[in-house]
């Protein structure tokens, strides 16, 4: 499809999410590492904090973080990549955390169970007399609650050393709003803007990463009551269709008319909070 075949509403989005028409994956490493390279830099902060899970979005951000250290040292600054392991509890693919902390090479690792907080905030809410219409929905809930007491963890390390909270926000998640607000949503860079799933995917085989991690089934992974859920389980779209909408190929009407529906409807995730 060429770009004027398209509708004005996948145009629009399209540009919004800055999903470029062409994509060579070493070209698009180089633009992030120097992305984050500067950024330290010009902030005069001295270090990158990020949450790897053992999916491919933190393996990938994690190893671009890793380049970036590397070049600001090179050039006579002052940095370091410090990665944070945030299980809840025990975590069903642990072994890939530990492999994907491996790939990326941090300075330091900061192990953080973010259970004990989880369960306090459950329990004091329930105490202060919070209910819910029925545990699904709560067990949702305190899913988004596990997303940002990782946000508080990663900010709790950067405030205590001049570091910044790395994001690993792209396209396919940004178009479906398919993040926590102010959970992996907040963060201070989010060098993956802009890619696609399959160009996540295509970065972390460039730089090398084990084949198994780059191509492991995406997870939030936050729901108690269904372990490792697939987020295309959860979003009822495979990252295929998503991609090929994003990337300006063909999809049915009904895939199209989904996603901005869901663009539109998660608008708030992506900007700042409404005033009057
Ligand atoms: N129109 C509006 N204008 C302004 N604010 C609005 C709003 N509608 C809702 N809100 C606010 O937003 C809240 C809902 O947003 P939020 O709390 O994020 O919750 P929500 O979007 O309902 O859930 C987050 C979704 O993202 C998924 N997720 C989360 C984290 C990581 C990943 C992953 O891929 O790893 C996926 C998660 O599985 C779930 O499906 C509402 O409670 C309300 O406070
Ligand atoms: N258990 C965890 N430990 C550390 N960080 C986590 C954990 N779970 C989520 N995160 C952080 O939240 C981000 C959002 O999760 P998300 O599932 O979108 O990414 P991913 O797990 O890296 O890749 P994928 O989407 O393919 O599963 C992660 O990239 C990571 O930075
Ligand atoms: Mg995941």
């Known amino acids: 499809m060429t770009d004027t075949e398209l509708s004005r509403d996948r145009r629009e989005i399209i540009r919004d999410l800055e999903v470029s028409a062409d994509f060579d994956a070493h070209a698009e490493i180089e633009r992030r590492v120097s992305f984050l390279a500067e950024r330290l830099t010009t902030t005069g902060t001295t270090a990158l904090v990020l949450g790897i899970s053992g999916g491919v979005d933190s393996l990938t951000a994690g190893r671009l973080c890793r380049l970036a250290v590397d070049r600001v040292r ?17 975590q069903k693919d642990e072994d890939d955390a530990t492999r994907a ?44 609650v596990k997303a940002r007491q990782r946000m508080i963890a990663q900010y709790a390390v950067a405030g205590g050393v001049r570091g910044l909270v790395v994001g690993t926000d792209h396209a396919a998640e940004a178009v479906t709003g398919f993040f926590t607000k102010y959970g992996d949503g907040g963060a201070d860079l989010v060098p993956l803007t802009g890619l696609t799933k399959r160009r996540v995917r295509a970065v972390a085989a460039t730089l090398g990463a084990p084949e198994d991690l780059v191509h492991k089934i995406p997870t939030a992974d936050l729901e108690s009551l269904s372990p490792q859920k697939p987020d ?40 700042l909070p409404t005033a009057p």
């Open 74 to 90: 090179a050039a006579g600054g002052t940095a370091e990549y410090i990665a944070m392991r945030l299980p809840h509890g025990e």
């Open 101 to 144: 902390v491996g790939f990326t090479e941090p300075d330091r690792l900061l192990t953080v169970d973010i259970r004990p907080a989880t369960e306090a905030m459950a329990a004091s809410l329930r105490a202060a007399g919070m209910t819910y219409p029925d545990e699904g929905v709560e067990d949702f809930v305190i899913g988004n």
């Open 232 to 271: 295309e389980e959860a979003l009822g779209l495979t990252y295929e269709r998503i991609d090929d909408f994003l990337e300006g190929l063909p999809v049915p009407a009904s895939v199209e008319e989904a996603l901005v529906a869901r663009y539109r409807a998660t608008a708030h995730k992506r900007a």
